[in-house]
Structure formats: C-alpha cells, structure tokens
C-alpha cells in the first residue's frame, strides 16, 4: 500500500503482521495500515514466494483450444502455455516505476533484470528487430539510472553502454527513440565529466550531439530536437572550456544561443519554453565569463 507495486524483499511488522517492501516499512514507527506501535520488522519469505511466483507466471497465459464447439462439449479442454514475456515485460516496467516514484530502488532494479533477461530470451529466438532492441535498450537505460541514484556509477555506465549498443541497431526514424540514445550518451558523459574524464565526456556529448543533428535532417520543425542540440552543444562547449579550448567553447555557446533565440514555441508548451529558458540563461552566463 507504501509504494503501489508488487512486493519486494516482503517484510511484516511485529506484532500486527502487516506486510510491506522492507524499503517501504523501514521508514515508519507504526504501522501504515493500523497504527500499532512497529516493535521489530521481520523477513515474511512465504510470502514473498507468492509473489515471485505470480512475476513467473505472467509470462505464460493459459488458454483453452478447442477445433469445435461439437468437440468442446462434453469433453476436456486441453490447457497450454504459450510465452508472452513481451506483456510481462511491459507488466515488470510499470511495477519498477511505480517503485521508484516510491524510492525502492533494488525493488525497480530487481524487476526491470528479470525484464532485460525476458527481451534478451527473446532476441536470441527472434532476433535483433527494431522493436526488441528499442524495448531493450529503454529498461537498460532505466537500470542505468537506477544505479546512478545508488552512486553506483560504474554500473550505470555499462548499462548506459550497453542501452546504446542495442538502440544504435533501431532505424534512426523514430524521433523518441534517437531522444533516448542522445540521453543514454549524455548520461554516460555526465558520469564521466564527474569523475574527471574530460577527454571521454566530450567524445560522449560530441556522439549525442552528432544523432542529434542528424535527427533534426528529417524533423527540422520540432521544437524539442532543436532545444535538444542547443543543450549538447552547451555540454560540449562546456568541456571545451575545461580543456582550456577556449576559442571551440566560445563557439559552441554562440551556435546554442543562436539556435535558442531563433526558437519558437506554442504558447501551450510551457514546460518547454521554460526549459528553452533555463538553457538560453545558463549559455549566457558562460559568455559573460
């Protein structure tokens, strides 16, 4: 009732017995559900394997075949499995967002594993199509960002390269799809720019800002895809400035504030014009300098 997702790491209070997400409980003295006073937190695995065995069975659906209704009567219908860990996939990302809105992040990271091993399964039966390797690089994506609200940035870093890996095999036609590759790279350079690698966050921002421009060849009308170079080419530009390339960084300022003053924007999309905003403020200010 804490995070709106399934049970993970399933905990009961002492002594009212109601369960929880060991994450979930772990904040409160009383219990949510009743109010009695929290006298210990104990590990509840009868219950837990409950729910891990309905996570196992959404990957299967029964279904009763029949030829004839002639044949159906009267007689007993036949019971088989058939996988569709596609919907399960889909089933393990809503439980995952769900528990990260509610800060449980090993409960969204253990979901959204068992989500990478399904598409993985699949694409070794299906191969590498657009759709499994966009789905695919999405939850590794998530799983990068999970790791890097943990401060494991190692790990956020291999599932960040490993996202990119699969969704540089989609067709470079869907826009949201070349929106979560730049962001997969920006996010790897990020990480890098933090830990001091300058020379790798560059090349990381330079390969966002390259899909980026390549993907505004064919959507030069959208506001977000410009907004969206004018912010790699700020990151860019900022690197520059610490790699004491003065004369590239001053350049690259230059071209975002060109591009972001020459952007209009519906006077519906707000968030986006704030957003235009807070990027035209900060490649100002780097000007001014």
Same mark, same amino acid.
């Not at 410009?226 to 003065?246: F, G, H, M, P």
């Given at each position: 009732?804490?995070?709106?997702?399934?049970?993970?790491?399933?905990?009961?209070?002492?002594?009212?017995?109601?369960?929880?997400?060991?994450?979930?409980? *772990?904040?409160?003295?009383?219990?949510?559900?009743?109010?009695?006073?929290?006298?210990?937190?104990?590990?509840?695995?009868?219950?837990?394997?409950?729910?891990?065995?309905?996570?196992?069975?959404?990957?299967?659906?029964?279904?009763?075949?029949?030829?004839?209704?002639?044949?159906?009567?009267?007689?007993?219908?036949?019971?088989?499995?058939?996988?569709?860990?596609?919907?399960?996939?889909?089933?393990?990302?809503?439980?995952?967002?769900?528990?990260?809105?509610?800060?449980?992040?090993? =409960?969204?990271?253990?979901?959204? =594993?068992?989500?990478?091993?399904?598409?993985?399964?699949?694409?070794?039966?299906?191969?590498?199509?657009?759709?499994?390797?966009?789905?695919?690089?999405?939850?590794?994506?998530?799983?990068?960002?999970?790791?890097?609200?943990?401060?494991?940035?190692? *790990?956020?870093?291999?599932?960040?390269?490993? /996202?990119?890996?699969?969704?540089?095999?989609?067709?470079?036609?869907?826009?949201?799809?070349?929106?979560?590759?730049?962001? =997969?790279?920006?996010?790897?350079?990020?990480?890098?720019?933090?830990?001091?690698?300058?020379?790798?966050?560059?090349?990381?921002? /330079?390969?966002?800002?390259?899909?980026?421009?390549?993907?505004?060849?064919?959507?030069? *009308?959208?506001?977000?895809?410009?907004?969206?170079?004018?912010?790699?080419?700020?990151?860019?530009?900022?690197?520059?400035?610490?790699?004491?390339?003065?004369?590239?960084?001053? *350049?690259?300022?230059?071209?975002?504030?060109?591009?972001?003053?020459?952007?209009?924007?519906?006077?519906?999309?707000?968030?986006?014009?704030?957003?235009?905003?807070?990027?035209?403020?900060?490649?100002?200010?780097?000007?001014?300098?």
């Amino acid at each position: 009732m804490i995070c709106q997702a399934l049970l993970f790491q399933c905990s009961k209070c002492v002594p009212c017995s109601h369960a929880y997400c060991r994450v979930c409980i *772990s904040r409160f003295k009383d219990c949510p559900l009743c109010g009695a006073d929290i006298e210990k937190i104990e590990d509840d695995p009868n219950l837990q394997g409950v729910v891990d065995r309905f996570i196992e069975g959404h990957a299967r659906i029964k279904r009763a075949q029949t030829n004839t209704e002639e044949e159906a009567e009267g007689e007993k219908k036949t019971v088989i499995y058939e996988d569709v860990s596609l919907e399960r996939g889909s089933f393990l990302v809503q439980q995952a967002m769900r528990a990260l809105r509610a800060n449980n992040i090993e =409960s969204a990271k253990s979901r959204l =594993s068992v989500c990478v091993e399904d598409v993985k399964e699949e694409l070794e039966r299906m191969g590498h199509t657009p759709e499994l390797c966009s789905q695919l690089g999405a939850v590794l994506g998530m799983l990068g960002d999970c790791c890097r609200a943990t401060a494991d940035s190692s *790990s956020a870093i291999a599932y960040f390269e490993e /996202s990119v890996n699969f969704l540089m095999k989609v067709p470079k036609d869907d826009l949201e799809i070349t929106h979560t590759l730049s962001v =997969s790279l920006n996010k790897i350079g990020d990480l890098k720019y933090y830990d001091g690698d300058l020379q790798s966050a560059r090349s990381y921002y /330079s390969q966002a800002l390259d899909v980026r421009r390549d993907a505004i060849k064919h959507h030069s *009308s959208v506001p977000s895809q410009i907004l969206d170079i004018a912010t790699s080419l700020a990151k860019v530009a900022d690197v520059d400035r610490n790699l004491a390339n003065e004369d590239a960084a001053v *350049s690259g300022f230059e071209e975002a504030i060109k591009m972001l003053e020459s952007l209009t924007i519906d006077d519906q999309e707000v968030g986006l014009e704030q957003r235009r905003q807070s990027v035209l403020k900060f490649v100002n200010s780097q000007l001014v300098k």
